[in-house]
């Protein structure tokens, strides 16, 4: 199409919408700088992330569309524009807040806040959303669990403004688990009304419709084509967003989504490959922020014969090509975890491991092991994360071919995945890419080294672990016990190798002609910021 | 003595469409993967799978399943598609015509190009031009569509800029038509609005090609085999013999009487193509059951697989009966056959 | 009517065959170059089809005659060496269908009434699914092997061998040879293996051709959904599929080469159809 | 007013090309009515075609001027010559329901051509081709008009391809082969229909047959045509009473009619002496047979009974649908009957189930020659192959032994050597025919089952083969079952003759009586359609 007739169907179409009835008239076209257009791969299949069976993309319906009681500061990134700050808590709904000194009581006072119907937000809002999240089961408990929070009497309205959280314990975490996407406040009046005997928490309205006081509402989702946000005038809990309407299009294929960020055709194409990320990089702005918390790592089952021997960790811990896969799966993108660290404090997560390819060393810890000639087993790739476990999985089949271990890679489709390797844990040799949405080293071993835990995939266990992981979850990272407890677990778990990290890995997202892109721990495109360019 | 044709026909298709049912059932149960530890979320412990689980109903034994699946059918609920959230019914009726639009529309470019070729080709058999045609059609049926695909969007979108983005059924700059068959070229002319029509019609372009081309070989050749068998009955010697001109007879007499063979080849391609759009679509973004079904399957979305298969089997069961009804049409002989 | 003289006849009749349309010999070399691929391939690429290197995604060159892949592997190579995997894919497919269709045909074609009814609704039955989203299904619910991608290719490609053969059979069951194999003391059996089945053999041929290719771009588009084959096992289909990500952003010979070597083959199994019937037609013969 | 000189046609086949017509020179006056003779292979039909020029794929005029009026033909612009097609010269054909469009109305069919030549407006065309209708005698013309030819016999579908030829009123008639698939009851109206046509019209009529009595009966003059050439020509009478050339005097023989004795079909023939009768050797007592029809049970059979003896020969006779093919095939064993009894050498064949008997041990001495040569052999069996058959499955010999009793029969049915190594389709129909006898020897049969062994023989095959089977039931003292719709054949052959109709035997009785004195009605109709001797 020419950009005549562009602008010539733009002209009709403006007329047009403005013809129909209010909510018929959503699309208008991209350029006119009304409109963003975000494409990405995933689909959106539910605009409630409380109901069972809510998928990771949809999270960001409830970052957009909903506030928290608070949020995190922004830092600038090395990836490119800004990205969230964890030791910043900044208030969203909540004007400000205070903490009783033995840490039990939190006490918020909310800003004047309307929802979108235009009622006002109220304490008693806050607490049935919360009674919600910690009631509705599944995923949203278990992330209210991670910050002390479990049942519904442990959440009060005071008055109208005031909201209060009664901790069974103290702990670091809580605060920070409030910015989370889970404890979004939901308009409790228009949603009860919509609520049924057998839907008590009206999952069902909620599902279809955004009821909040966020930046924006859903006026469109087609699930599996698109989903439109349209602004909130009012919204009080930041500046209003620059875009009036924001189109989120699936497009499955990662080559569509490349060309048509190339073209212009979109502003931002979200998630993208590593790749396209490099090429990318000259012609726009390509966001690559690694991701807080996060570590692509080879998970060595401990409940399989071979890698219960220590040396045959360390073996495969040297054979491993970092540097090719860093360039092959990543493309430089990320953080390299291999060699001696020299940057980071001593208690910064991820960190460096301090292996590195050397196939003589580990050829000796093999020879030392309980399997000098080596041992076949299957390596388990998802299928779904094809496009950064397959070429690591091939350049680590091929280097561990050379000190004598046989590896054959095995594909296992995206729904047997989680249950293969995280709910029954039985893969023996597999790829692992856990991150903590809280940014805290023991936050990540208490998902990723505790036995039992779900990320711990290589059936890990070790008994100093365990304690120092109890000990220091929930103490306050100036407390003097902290640091010592998260070196030694650094110790322990880079001694014994249940996990062998490789690389931070980053977050790609390119932005063409919309800009002020800001990177979340959640992974999800926060549109509240973007402004065009 | 034709309705009793359809009855017959109908009554023929019931042990199928059951058959198909209990299939389905049974092979989407043996797909990998726990369905309640997909959906329970990221984090999710053995209690909230638990949870989903019995929410899901998964807990109980298969027959048991089964018995509750066949009778909300029979009730005219075919469940709730996890991935997207969405009742299966509503979803395949929103995305069904898109598959069907796209996959008519492309038969029938198939059908404009492939037929005549196949006339050419049986009117001179063995000639340079047969041996050609059957070439260039090979040739189409060889190239995997979504390669096809891809290199298309490479040259006409991105390289040469004269198609549009592919981004599904309708670029952003349209509104999408009043919902009346579901078909946005059809709507849109319905409601007079041929900007949106137009617009529709160039979404259609690309995909539709990727398939004709796919399409073409099968048509083309049952065509030419049948037209070649027409040509040489005695009754095509009769009509040259009378004298009528030669664009009459291969016209006229031959290729409508060629078109019975045809028309089950067709029939036979469009259930096929509709099974084969997958990839077509995933390339193209085009919200059809294709997709739909492919990212049901992968990620053990047992309702959505039960009622794409369904459905595609309750389409294929309609689709030959309007087929045995073109053939009533075009054969005066069917129908007597059957007393 | 001696072996030889016999042996001897077949090979002048496919030359004859060979002779008569210029497209059937040309197919039948191309076969053959593709066989000569998939036996001598391996043994004669100029690289590892499996050996990562650190020249990734290089185009082609002297060195490269296909370019790089993105982790340094030699394109050519691995084309070449895919050829062996994708022939035993599409035979093996072919081979199944065509014995279980075979079967199926004959029982359904001969013996008509209730074993016709069976296996026709059966046959319905396969064919009301979408047949890619059935091999999908099955591929995904018995696991990622190529036995598995055979066995799923095989099931939907019966079908069709079962409805040509219940139809070839149907039409010469009663047949003036099938009455005087009768009266030379045939039993059924022998009857409709030895004596009709070999007759329904042209006609299935073409199908046979036709299925190859199709076996290939199957096994390929379940590649492309990321079910089929393991990696780093080379493969047309998921080279193709893996390529296809990097046509935008001007890796065009990852995805092209694989792309036009795979429609090579399929265009030569689709090619050989009609030469494949004239040879195994005894009515062709001079 | 047409001149055919030096034509020839060659076909560009698989095999090289073929000179199907090799020179031939033909005239036709105004009103005269030429029959061109000739066998399968002849080129009559190609000469036909090349008239006007409708040659099937491959066909080529190679030389040779087709001059009608005073136009040559051969030079003619497509265009001319569909102008003179339909118009001027006209064309019907054997197996008239293939020659009409199936999917078109009979009328619409003979509309398309009266409006091609301007005949009729849009208005008047149906009015026109009703009229076309009423004068080839249809009834009721104008509902006839409406029907697609699948509705209508085979004599009223060659009545409206009569039509259509004639709806412009051409002057040439050019009709192939136009009674051949027809019953012969009905093959007598459709001849008399078009000579009346032509003497009213003072039309030229070609007329093409293998039937040289049928020729003789309708034409002014004949041309006898073999392996593309012209043997012979002249008046019917002078042909049949002094045929010159050897070929014109075989078909001449070998043409049989009521009277006629086997062994002068051939020239020079001997008869062959007839098998002393033994006792019974077959009883088949009130069989019937019942089939599961769409509405309804058929009976196919009602209670048919009859008794051959050793060395006899009964000619089983009726039309299609009659039940001699079901009787044929009970008795052969090929399928049971609903009820009744067949004795064989005075036992029970009917205990042992038709789906068990290749097993019994009475399989080899009932055996049986089928009415299609080419359908009865494997196109995939070589001549050998095939009479192998029996013999491995049956015989119990050794491949040696085996191949050994193969040229012995295959001499005994005078077939050379040489064509054993041969596919169905290599062999001509004639050496098909006795590959099929030689097969149901090969085991020393009993009792031969002959269905319609000779139908699809030409007329000079046919009398070699009936010729040879006589010589062979002398030689082997063998017992026939002769099953055929010809009762002309069957008088030469067989000493007793059964006439069937509707599932019974309407009458029974030895050849010379049911001949000379049939006492049923339709055995006298049957004996009536018989054509009759040349001249």
């Known amino acids: 199409?020419?950009?005549?007739?562009?602008?010539?169907?733009?002209?009709?179409?403006?007329?047009?919408?403005?013809?129909?009835?209010?909510?018929?008239?959503?699309?208008?076209?991209?350029?006119?700088?009304?409109?963003?257009?975000?494409?990405?791969?995933?689909?959106?299949?539910?605009?409630?992330?409380?109901?069972?069976?809510?998928?990771?993309?949809?999270?960001?319906?409830?970052?957009?569309?909903?506030?928290?009681?608070?949020?995190?500061?922004?830092?600038?990134?090395?990836?490119?524009?800004?990205?969230?700050?964890?030791?910043?808590?900044?208030?969203?709904l909540a004007e400000s807040w205070t903490v009783s000194d033995d840490g039990l009581i939190l006490t918020f006072t909310l800003r004047d806040a309307t929802f979108q119907d235009g009622s006002p937000v109220t304490a008693a809002d806050v607490k049935w959303s919360f009674d919600r999240a910690v009631s509705l089961g599944g995923f949203p408990a278990v992330q209210m669990k991670a910050g002390g929070f479990t049942r519904p009497d442990q959440f009060a309205a005071l008055d109208d403004k005031t909201f209060q959280i009664t901790l069974d314990a103290p702990s670091k975490l809580a605060i920070p688990d409030l910015a989370v996407p889970i404890p979004f406040v939901i308009n409790s009046k228009l949603a009860m009304a919509n609520a049924t005997d057998d839907d008590p928490w009206a999952t069902e309205y909620l599902h279809l419709n955004t009821i909040g006081s966020g930046a924006f509402k859903v006026a469109r989702w087609v699930p599996g084509e698109q989903l439109i946000y349209e602004r909130n005038n009012d919204w009080a809990s930041g500046p209003v967003p620059a875009y009036k309407r924001v189109v989120i299009r699936e497009v499955p294929s990662a080559a569509t989504r490349r060309a048509v960020i190339e073209r212009g055709d979109a502003q931002i194409s979200f998630n993208i490959p590593s790749k396209d990320a490099l090429e990318m990089s000259d012609k726009m702005e390509v966001n690559s922020t690694p991701i807080a918390n996060c570590i692509n790592c080879v998970g060595l089952n401990t409940k399989f014969e071979p890698f219960q021997d220590s040396d045959v960790r360390k073996a495969v811990a040297y054979a491993i090509p970092y540097e090719a896969i860093f360039q092959a799966a990543a493309f430089g993108r990320g953080a390299p975890l291999w060699g001696e660290e020299t940057e980071r404090s001593e208690i910064a997560w991820p960190r460096r491991t301090g292996y590195v390819e050397d196939l003589d060393l580990a050829r000796a810890h093999l020879a030392k092991s309980g399997y000098p000639d080596g041992f076949e087993v299957p390596f388990s790739i998802s299928l779904n994360q094809l496009d950064w476990m397959e070429p690591t999985a091939l350049l680590i089949q091929e280097n561990l071919a050379k000190i004598g271990i046989t590896v054959t890679i095995d594909k296992i489709p995206g729904a047997d995945w989680r249950t293969a390797s995280l709910v029954e844990k039985r893969l023996a040799f597999h790829l692992e890419g856990f991150g903590g949405w809280l940014d805290t080293p023991d936050y990540y071993f208490f998902w990723a080294y505790k036995d039992g835990h779900l990320f711990n995939s290589s059936n890990y266990r070790n008994d100093e672990i365990e304690t120092l992981v109890d000990n220091t979850l929930h103490i306050p990272v100036d407390d003097p016990a902290y640091a010592p407890n998260v070196k030694r677990m650094f110790e322990i778990?880079?001694?014994?190798?249940?996990?062998?990290?490789?690389?931070?890995?980053?977050?790609?997202?390119?932005?063409?002609?919309?800009?002020?892109?800001?990177?979340?721990?959640?992974?999800?495109?926060?549109?509240?910021?973007?402004?065009?360019? | 003595m034709r309705a009793r044709l359809v009855g017959a026909r109908l009554l023929q298709a019931i042990p199928v469409v059951i058959g198909v049912v209990v299939i389905t059932f049974v092979l989407t149960r043996a797909l990998p993967g726990d369905p309640a530890v997909y959906f329970a979320g990221d984090a999710a412990d053995e209690a909230s799978i638990q949870q989903v689980r019995e929410q899901l109903g998964l807990d109980a034994p298969l027959p048991q399943q089964f018995i509750r699946y066949v009778?909300?059918?029979?009730?005219?609920?075919?469940?709730?598609?996890?991935?997207?959230?969405?009742?299966?019914?509503?979803?395949?009726?929103?995305?069904?015509?898109?598959?069907?639009?796209?996959?008519?529309?492309?038969?029938?470019?198939?059908?404009?190009?492939?037929?005549?070729?196949?006339?050419?080709?049986?009117?001179?058999?063995?000639?340079?031009?047969?041996?050609?045609?059957?070439?260039l059609v090979t040739a189409g049926v060889s190239l995997p569509t979504f390669f096809t695909g891809i290199l298309l969007i490479y040259v006409f979108y991105y390289l040469l800029d004269i198609a549009p983005s592919p981004l599904g059924r309708l670029d952003f700059l349209y509104i999408e038509p009043a919902p009346v068959t579901g078909f946005y070229l059809i709507d849109s002319a319905l409601a007079g609005d041929w900007d949106t029509f137009g617009g529709a019609a160039r979404q259609l372009v690309l995909p539709a090609i990727t398939m004709a081309i796919f399409t073409l070989a099968p048509i083309a050749r049952m065509t030419r085999a049948a037209m070649l068998q027409a040509l040489s009955s005695d009754f095509i010697r009769t009509a040259r013999a009378a004298g009528l001109p030669r664009g009459r007879i291969v016209y006229g007499y031959a290729l409508r009487n060629a078109l019975l063979p045809v028309v089950t080849t067709l029939g036979m391609v469009f259930s096929f193509a509709l099974g084969a759009n997958v990839l077509v679509e995933k390339v193209f973004a085009w919200p059809g059951i294709g997709s739909y079904a492919v990212d049901a399957l992968v990620a053990s979305d047992y309702a959505a697989v039960q009622g794409f298969v369904l459905a595609m089997a309750l389409l294929f069961v309609t689709l030959n009966l309007i087929i045995d009804l073109l053939y009533a049409v075009i054969d005066p002989r069917i129908g007597f056959d059957a007393t | 009517m001696t072996g030889t003289t016999q042996s001897h006849g077949f090979a002048s009749h496919v030359g004859h065959v060979m002779r008569q349309n210029p497209v059937t010999m040309i197919a039948f070399g191309m076969l053959g170059l593709l066989v000569f691929c998939a036996v001598f391939g391996p043994a004669l690429v100029p690289h590892d089809p499996l050996a990562s290197g650190a020249r990734i995604l290089q185009p082609p060159s002297g060195e490269h005659w296909f370019g790089t892949d993105h982790l340094g592997r030699d394109v050519f190579s691995r084309v070449i060496v895919a050829t062996r995997l994708d022939m035993v894919i599409s035979v093996g497919a072919v081979a199944l269908s065509f014995v279980a269709g075979a079967i199926l045909g004959c029982a359904a074609g001969y013996w008509g009434g209730w074993p016709d009814a069976v296996i026709s609704r059966g046959l319905d039955m396969i064919m009301a699914f979408p047949l890619f989203v059935l091999a999908m299904g099955i591929v995904a619910a018995l696991g990622n092997t190529v036995e598995n991608v055979i066995y799923a290719t095989a099931v939907i490609n019966t079908p069709f061998y079962a409805r040509v053969v219940r139809a070839e059979v149907n039409i010469r069951r009663e047949a003036g040879f099938v009455q005087a194999a009768r009266l030379a003391g045939n039993s059924d059996l022998r009857i409709v293996a030895l004596h009709i089945f070999p007759n329904a053999l042209p006609p299935m041929m073409v199908q046979v051709s036709l299925n190859m290719g199709w076996a290939v771009l199957n096994a390929a588009g379940l590649s492309f959904i990321g079910l089929g084959v393991r990696p780093p096992t080379p493969e047309w289909g998921i080279m193709v599929a893996e390529g296809a990500n990097y046509i935008i952003s001007g890796e065009w010979w990852l995805a092209v080469f694989p792309g036009l070597w795979l429609m090579f083959a399929v265009f030569t199994f689709n090619l050989l159809g009609d030469g494949l019937r004239d040879i195994v037609d005894p009515r062709q013969r001079r | 007013?047409?001149?055919?000189?030096?034509?020839?046609?060659?076909?560009?086949?698989?095999?090289?090309?073929?000179?199907?017509?090799?020179?031939?020179?033909?005239?036709?006056?105004?009103?005269?009515?030429?029959?061109?003779?000739?066998?399968?292979?002849?080129?009559?039909?190609?000469?036909?075609?090349?008239?006007?020029?409708?040659?099937?794929?491959?066909?080529?005029?190679?030389?040779?001027?087709?001059?009608?009026?005073?136009?040559?033909?051969?030079?003619?612009?497509?265009?001319?010559?569909?102008?003179?097609?339909?118009?001027?010269?006209?064309?019907?054909?054997?197996?008239?329901?293939?020659?009409?469009?199936?999917?078109?109305?009979?009328?619409?069919?003979?509309?398309?051509?009266?409006?091609?030549?301007?005949?009729?407006?849009?208005?008047?065309?149906?009015?026109?081709?009703?009229?076309?209708?009423?004068?080839?005698?249809?009834?009721?013309?104008?509902?006839?008009?409406?029907?697609?030819?699948?509705?209508?016999?085979?004599?009223?579908?060659?009545?409206?391809?009569?039509?259509?030829?004639?709806?412009?009123?051409?002057?040439?008639?050019?009709?192939?082969?136009?009674?051949?698939?027809?019953?012969?009851?009905?093959?007598?109206?459709?001849?008399?229909l078009i000579r009346t046509l032509a003497r009213d019209r003072k039309m030229g009529v070609i007329l093409i047959t293998h039937d040289l009595g049928l020729a003789g009966q309708y034409c002014d003059r004949l041309v006898v045509m073999k392996d593309g050439q012209i043997v012979e020509s002249g008046t019917p009478a002078d042909l049949s009473r002094a045929p010159t050339h050897p070929y014109t005097r075989r078909l001449v023989a070998a043409t049989p009619h009521p009277g006629k004795k086997l062994h002068q079909l051939v020239v020079d023939g001997t008869p062959a002496p007839i098998p002393a009768r033994g006792e019974v050797l077959l009883s088949v007592r009130d069989v019937t047979k019942t089939y599961a029809g769409k509405s309804g049970p058929v009976d196919a059979l009602r209670g048919v009974s009859f008794d051959l003896p050793q060395g006899g020969c009964l000619g089983l006779v009726g039309e299609s649908g009659s039940g001699k093919s079901t009787v044929s095939s009970i008795i052969a064993r090929l399928q049971d009957a609903s009820g009744g009894d067949v004795l064989f050498q005075g036992q029970s064949l009917c205990d042992v189930p038709a789906s068990r008997f290749?097993?019994?041990?009475?399989?080899?001495?009932?055996?049986?020659?089928?009415?299609?040569?080419?359908?009865?052999?494997?196109?995939?069996?070589?001549?050998?192959?095939?009479?192998?058959?029996?013999?491995?499955?049956?015989?119990?010999?050794?491949?040696?032994?085996?191949?050994?009793?193969?040229?012995?029969?295959?001499?005994?049915?005078?077939?050379?050597?040489?064509?054993?190594?041969?596919?169905?389709?290599?062999?001509?129909?004639?050496?098909?025919?006795?590959?099929g006898i030689a097969r149901a020897l090969a085991v020393s049969p009993r009792l031969l089952i002959l269905d319609e062994p000779t139908a699809a023989l030409d007329v000079s095959i046919q009398a070699l083969v009936l010729n040879l089977l006589a010589d062979l039931r002398h030689r082997l003292d063998l017992t026939y079952l002769f099953v055929s719709h010809d009762l002309s054949v069957v008088q030469m052959l067989c000493d007793t003759v059964a006439v069937m109709r509707r599932g019974q035997i309407v009458e029974f009785g030895a050849t010379e009586q049911v001949l000379n004195t049939p006492a049923d009605s339709y055995t006298r109709q049957l004996l009536d359609a018989v054509p009759q001797p040349i001249v």
């Open chain 4, 358 to 435: 290749s097993r019994d041990p009475r399989r080899p001495l009932i055996q049986m020659v089928f009415q299609d040569a080419t359908d009865s052999l494997n196109p995939r069996q070589t001549a050998s192959q095939a009479i192998a058959e029996p013999l491995r499955r049956l015989g119990g010999l050794r491949a040696g032994a085996r191949r050994d009793r193969v040229h012995e029969l295959a001499e005994q049915v005078g077939l050379p050597a040489n064509l054993l190594t041969r596919l169905p389709h290599q062999l001509s129909g004639g050496q098909k025919a006795r590959v």
């Open chain 1, 493 to 533: 778990a880079l001694d014994e190798l249940p996990r062998i990290p490789l690389w931070q890995p980053a977050l790609n997202v390119a932005l063409n002609g919309a800009s002020d892109y800001e990177f979340w721990f959640h992974r999800q495109l926060d549109v509240r910021p973007i402004k065009p360019a």
């Open chain 1, 1 to 92: 199409m020419t950009d005549v007739s562009r602008r010539h169907f733009l002209q009709l179409g403006a007329a047009t919408a403005s013809a129909l009835p209010f909510l018929r008239a959503l699309p208008a076209h991209a350029q006119s700088g009304d409109v963003l257009v975000a494409v990405n791969g995933q689909t959106i299949n539910s605009l409630d992330l409380h109901r069972t069976g809510t998928n990771r993309p949809s999270y960001q319906v409830a970052i957009n569309c909903y506030d928290r009681l608070v949020s995190f500061g922004t830092k600038p990134s090395m990836g490119g524009g800004l990205e969230f700050d964890y030791s910043k808590v900044e208030p969203e």
């Open chain 4, 1 to 192: 007013m047409l001149r055919i000189a030096d034509l020839r046609v060659r076909f560009a086949t698989r095999n090289g090309p073929v000179d199907a017509v090799r020179g031939i020179d033909l005239s036709l006056g105004n009103g005269e009515t030429l029959g061109i003779v000739g066998e399968s292979g002849s080129g009559k039909s190609v000469t036909a075609f090349s008239i006007l020029r409708i040659l099937d794929q491959g066909g080529e005029i190679v030389s040779g001027a087709v001059r009608y009026g005073g136009m040559d033909l051969r030079q003619a612009s497509e265009r001319d010559l569909n102008d003179i097609r339909g118009r001027e010269i006209s064309m019907i054909f054997q197996n008239p329901r293939a020659a009409l469009n199936p999917i078109r109305k009979v009328g619409h069919q003979i509309e398309d051509v009266l409006r091609q030549h301007a005949q009729a407006t849009r208005q008047d065309a149906r009015a026109k081709a009703i009229a076309a209708l009423e004068e080839v005698q249809i009834k009721d013309a104008a509902a006839r008009y409406h029907a697609y030819p699948f509705e209508l016999s085979g004599g009223m579908c060659q009545r409206i391809v009569i039509a259509l030829a004639l709806a412009c009123r051409p002057r040439l008639l050019i009709a192939d082969e136009p009674t051949t698939s027809l019953d012969v009851t009905t093959q007598k109206t459709v001849m008399d």
């Open chain 2, 71 to 135: 009778g909300d059918l029979l009730r005219g609920d075919w469940g709730n598609s996890l991935s997207t959230g969405q009742p299966v019914l509503s979803d395949l009726a929103r995305r069904l015509p898109a598959s069907l639009e796209l996959t008519l529309i492309a038969l029938l470019l198939s059908c404009a190009i492939a037929i005549p070729l196949g006339v050419m080709a049986a009117t001179r058999p063995g000639s340079w031009r047969d041996h050609l045609c059957r070439v």
